[in-house]
């Protein structure tokens, strides 16, 4: 039975620190804490084998941790893509009143001349 770090577990195991962290307060894994609440943990962990075999593939990956935050990810894209096209189709609204009402506006016109007439009128 070798005893170490969290780090060192995870590495060992192959999983996340927070994975080890998850399985020693579920109490599979066994570990003791130096001077509790701050203190750092010590991981019991078996020479001969993996505690672990009996489970998931997935529990064991390097890398399973990932596909978690990839799905967090992907989560967030779509949320902030429905936001965007929500954004999207106000200015189009936006657009579209602008232009109703710069339809409405009376056309820039001086005394009954247009002011380019008077720039260039003689008079």
Same mark, same amino acid.
């Given at each position: =039975?070798?005893? =170490?770090?969290? #780090?060192?577990?995870?590495?060992? *195991?192959?999983?996340?620190? !927070?994975?080890? &962290?998850?399985? *020693?307060?579920s109490? #599979?894994l066994?570990? #003791?804490? +130096?001077?509790?609440?701050?203190? &750092?943990?010590w991981? +019991? !962990?078996? @020479? +001969? ?5 009996? $489970? ?11 596909? @978690?935050?990839? $799905? ?7 949320? *902030? ?5 929500? &954004?999207? &189709?106000?200015v ?5 009143i602008? $232009?109703q #009402?710069? *339809? ?5 016109? =001086? ?13």
């Amino acid at each position: =039975m070798a005893t =170490m770090t969290i #780090q060192d577990a995870a590495h060992k *195991l192959g999983i996340a620190e !927070i994975t080890v &962290r998850r399985k *020693l307060k579920s109490g #599979q894994l066994v570990g #003791q804490q +130096e001077e509790a609440p701050n203190g &750092r943990w010590w991981v +019991e !962990i078996s @020479d +001969e084998q993996n505690p672990f075999d009996s $489970q998931s593939k997935s529990d064991h990956e390097p890398n399973a941790h990932v596909a @978690d935050l990839v $799905q967090i990810l992907k989560d967030q894209v779509s949320s *902030l893509q429905h936001h965007l096209d929500i &954004r999207e &189709r106000e200015v189009g609204e936006l657009h579209v009143i602008i $232009q109703q #009402q710069a *339809l409405a506006l009376p056309s820039p016109v =001086m005394g009954g001349t247009k002011w380019w007439n008077k720039l260039w009128s003689n008079d």
